[in-house]
């Protein structure tokens, strides 16, 4: 094969996955490598230009265009690189989608009720990591450090760790947010998700914590909402002594962690979620779950059979719907959701092809109509699932309204309490 028919074999493959990151394929069968084929492009499509424009110059240097195969390999190439501005430039549209969803939910002037010493408008390191995203695993930010591998349950088991993150300063009084890793209740671990928001809020005076639970197919659900439930219990007993407050609790993940996370937020103090520990107080502020799952029973029939029949059914629940569909409505954040529900801030990208976006939909409808708190929904144009896994710009933006988002309702919790009469802390 000449270095011609190779640059337009190239150009063909690089476009594929250009196309793939705006129209993904939503075949079940091929939805888990539709979803890895138009992550990265998706979130990080000026990075591919950059590699493609860089081997396109040697495929040039080497006289691939001296053949007909190369030209229309260059003309196929030139159409994927618009492509792949388009989507930066659809990723910057979240900005717009983020405020416009704190503003329905919280209000045009919720920003004059945020809590001040939790917000810092720009931070120049954001773009750093834009530019070079993986070192935000390698070399976190300065004024943040990190508490590893705790002992939430006292078994010495690591399946039962969580990782801590604060200010270098050691404020005090901290309100705390803990996150909940996804991989399906099955892989996953709480090193590999959640970091960008979590670096960004412990810089502003959070204590971020990271949870690992127990996980299928050696686990059976509740196991994992029951090791959940137990690092909420540790953070109400212990956080203090890391500056944190447990009076004010966010709970949070993304995918089967935004399952957690919510069914955690639902089911404040549920005696059969917390055995041998029922008189811990396991109830949250707020909830802000990615791309969760929200329904076992799939009532609507948004999800395929694939996950219910082989993942859910085989794997995490061990029993089918039919024979105990009372566990997997327990199981089911849909099934919990009451008046008494803490304010939301759900957040789904409209080309999830792991859980689709009407996943979210149909949840958010049923808080609207229930819950008394506020319930904020973004729905962002483009995004993949688990598209906040490492710094880009969705992720930037992303990161700043859930950053408003808490500092807002952080802002009115503080104003409720009978001592509000005092100044709020400032931790930055």
């Not at 081997?55 to 080497?62: I, L, Q, Y």
């Not at 979620?273 to 799952?293: H, I, K, L, N, R």
């Amino acid at each position: 094969m000449s270095l011609a028919h190779v640059f337009l074999a190239c150009s063909v493959v690089g476009s594929l996955f250009t196309l793939n990151a705006y129209r993904p394929v939503r075949l079940e069968l091929v939805s888990l490598p539709a979803f890895f084929a138009g992550w990265l492009t998706s979130e990080l499509p000026l990075h591919h230009l950059a590699w493609e424009a860089a081997a396109t110059v040697a495929f040039m240097a080497g006289g691939a265009l001296d053949a007909p195969a190369g030209v229309i390999g260059l003309g196929i190439t030139l159409a994927s690189w618009a492509g792949l501005v388009g989507l930066a430039v659809q990723s910057s549209r979240s900005r717009a989608v983020l405020e416009e969803a704190l503003r329905e939910a919280l209000g045009p002037d919720y920003r004059t009720r945020m809590a001040p010493g939790l917000v810092a408008e720009g931070d120049r390191r954001d773009w750093r990591r834009l530019v070079l995203p993986w070192l935000t695993f390698v070399r976190p930010a300065p004024d943040v450090e990190k508490v590893r591998d705790i002992d939430y349950a006292g078994d010495g088991r690591r399946v039962h760790r969580l990782d801590l993150y604060r200010a270098r300063t050691h404020p005090s009084g901290c309100p705390v947010f803990v996150y909940i890793h996804g991989g399906g209740w099955v892989v996953g671990d709480k090193r590999e998700q959640g970091v960008p928001l979590m670096l960004h809020l412990a810089a502003r005076g959070w204590v971020a914590v990271t949870v690992n639970y127990r996980l299928s197919p050696r686990a059976t659900f509740p196991d994992h909402i029951v090791d959940v439930k137990r690092a909420l219990a540790w953070v109400a007993d212990n956080v203090a002594q890391y500056g944190g407050d447990a009076n004010f609790v966010v709970v949070s993940g993304g995918s089967a962690g935004g399952h957690l996370s919510a069914l955690a937020a639902l089911s404040p103090n549920d005696p059969e979620y917390q055995p041998g520990f029922e008189d811990a107080d396991t109830s949250v502020a707020a909830c802000v779950p990615f791309y969760g799952v929200y329904d076992f029973t799939n009532r609507q029939g948004v999800r395929g059979e694939g996950m219910g029949r082989y993942l859910l059914e085989r794997m995490v629940m061990k029993v089918p719907m039919a024979a105990d569909r009372q566990a997997w409505e327990k199981a089911s954040p849909m099934d919990r959701v009451t008046e008494a529900a803490p304010p939301f801030f759900v957040v789904h990208g409209t080309n999830d092809t792991l859980v689709p976006v009407d996943e979210a939909r149909h949840f958010v409808d049923l808080l609207r109509r229930c819950s008394r708190s506020p319930v904020a929904y973004a729905e962002l144009p483009g995004a993949q699932h688990a598209f906040e896994i490492f710094p880009s710009i969705r992720t930037l933006h992303t990161v700043r309204a859930v950053e408003r988002f808490l500092a807002t309702v952080y802002g009115e919790w503080w104003a409720s309490r009978p001592q509000a009469a005092g100044e709020m802390p400032r931790w930055q």
